[in-house]
């Protein structure tokens, strides 16, 4: 298993922004697709954004253009930059690692969430 840490997350007004980080520790970082996913309060857990071991980005239309996923190999950590923020992004912020080989997709670790809260 990998050990995920998280950390940025905070209150911000709308329109603000935050950036997220999230440091690995106990695996081969650079072999995994990271990810990010929310949960807001009564809602499920939702995805947001993911980057593979080759770099490619996707996220979800929901943040598109406004959110941003990245990493850096050599300090082990994967960020989620995020500008324009809205009330409706409220929520814990999750971080995820997965392994994908020829034969199977694994999570193989996740971490403990960041509380943002977007509000006036």
């Known amino acids: 298993q990998v050990q995920l840490v998280e950390s940025g997350g905070g209150f911000v007004q709308p329109g603000g922004s935050l950036r997220l980080s999230c440091a690995a520790s106990?695996?081969?970082?650079?072999?995994?697709?990271m990810g990010w996913y929310r949960q807001a309060p009564g809602k499920q857990r939702e995805y947001v954004a993911r980057?593979?071991?080759?770099?490619?980005?996707n996220c979800a239309d929901s943040v598109k253009g406004r959110f941003t996923i990245s990493r850096d190999n050599a300090k082990n950590t994967v960020y989620l930059q995020m500008n324009s923020l809205k009330p409706e992004d409220t929520a814990v912020y999750y971080c995820?690692?997965?392994?994908?080989?020829?034969?199977?997709?694994?999570?193989?670790?996740w971490g403990q969430g960041t509380q943002v809260t977007v509000s006036s």
């Open positions: 980057i593979t071991s080759g770099g490619t980005t």
């Open positions: 106990g695996g081969i970082f650079s072999s995994y697709s």
């Open positions: 995820n690692a997965r392994f994908t080989n020829l034969f199977s997709t694994t999570d193989v670790g």
